[in-house]
């Protein structure tokens, strides 16, 4: 059992790998060989589709932030502390996070990695990392994104990687969306 499960975690890696991780610590490789400019187009907000993932791209292809499946926003090489409901304290770090684009074939990568992630909960402790990988075509309109996510994670013993947990390709999709300007609050307390 301990053999099929290496396999499973090996293979894994060498897809991760593949769509331009290193193995080492889990950070992210430099932009591939014909990665091409980032286009104007995709800059902005992509939200998934039935998860709490939001992602927005800068015009210049960074990643400027992401709402991750821990329903907490993060940027790169940063850390967001955040309050649980029992008042406790929890932080995550995001490491760095890469976005590619490759017009022929329209596609879109984008990789956002957590390299520590410290989630208390009221009878135990997470600790640990992520990375997330997605790829997939955007759309002719350049509105729409179907992606497919990869997660590797390492959550520490108390919450193990089992062989169900082994996240292969599965499917998301995202839709850009507007971002509406933030209006002040009329009720404000000193106006």
């Known amino acids: 059992m301990r053999c099929v499960l290496s396999v499973l975690y090996c293979s894994l890696l060498a897809l991760v790998l593949f769509c331009g991780c290193e193995s080492s610590g889990l950070k992210t490789a430099a932009p591939a060989a014909g990665a091409d400019k980032f286009p104007a187009f995709l800059a902005g907000t992509w939200q998934a589709q039935d998860s709490p993932w939001k992602i927005v791209l800068t015009p210049?292809?960074?990643?400027?932030?992401?709402i991750v499946s821990w329903e907490e926003e993060v940027?790169?090489?940063?850390t967001?502390?955040?309050?649980?409901?029992?008042?406790k304290i929890s932080h995550i770090t995001a490491g760095d996070c890469i976005a590619e684009y490759r017009p022929a074939g329209?596609?879109?990568?984008?990789s956002i990695e957590l390299k520590d992630i410290h989630i208390?909960?009221?009878a135990d402790l997470l600790t640990g990392n992520s990375?997330?990988?997605?790829?997939?075509t955007v759309s002719e309109d350049g509105r729409t994104w179907n992606a497919e996510q990869i997660t590797v994670f390492d959550y520490?013993?108390?919450?193990?990687q089992t062989p169900d947990d082994v996240n292969y390709p599965q499917p998301i999709v995202f839709n850009k969306v507007e971002e509406k300007a933030q209006v002040a609050d009329s009720n404000a307390v000193g106006q």
Do not use: K
Request: proline residues 11%.
């Open 156 to 160: 520490g013993p108390s919450f193990p």
């Open 60 to 66: 210049d292809g960074r990643v400027s932030s992401a």
């Open 120 to 122: 208390v909960f009221p």
């Open 106 to 110: 329209r596609q879109l990568f984008v």
């Open 80 to 87: 967001t502390e955040f309050e649980m409901l029992d008042g």
């Open 75 to 78: 940027r790169p090489n940063q």
């Open 131 to 136: 990375i997330d990988n997605f790829t997939g």
